[in-house]
């Protein structure tokens, strides 16, 4: 079984900026991909960025060119960079992570989930 354990929410002002960790531990003989989705109230859970095994990394436009994903891969963590907060960015936010098992099958995870809440 794979565990991500998510740090960093909490509540900012409109323009400034947070970071969000979540590090995969468990079984893990490597990660395929490990990415951030949030959830604000009332809409559908939405994927806003990732960060592959071969090193790409995509954005949502909503989010590009204010938010950073990076890994640590020798720590299986990853980061979520979020400068120029908005209101709209108000979510919960939740890490992703797929890759395989050390016995060789498949698994998909997801964190506990962190509310960050912008104040404007």
């Known amino acids: 079984q794979v565990q991500l354990v998510e740090s960093g929410g909490g509540l900012v002002q409109a323009g400034g900026s947070l970071r969000l960790s979540c590090a995969a531990s468990?079984?893990?003989?490597?990660?395929?991909?490990m990415a951030w989705y949030r959830q604000a109230p009332g809409k559908q859970r939405e994927l806003i960025a990732t960060s592959t095994r071969g090193g790409s990394t995509n954005y949502a436009d909503s989010v590009k060119g204010r938010f950073t994903i990076s890994t640590d891969n020798a720590k299986n963590t990853v980061y979520l960079q979020m400068n120029s907060l908005k209101a709209e960015d108000t979510a919960v936010y939740y890490c992703?992570?797929?890759?395989?098992?050390?016995?060789?099958?498949?698994?998909?995870?997801w964190g506990q989930g962190l509310q960050v809440t912008v104040s404007s």
């Open positions: 468990g079984s893990i003989r490597s990660i395929n991909t």
């Open positions: 992703n992570s797929d890759g395989w098992y050390v016995s060789g099958s498949r698994y998909s995870a």
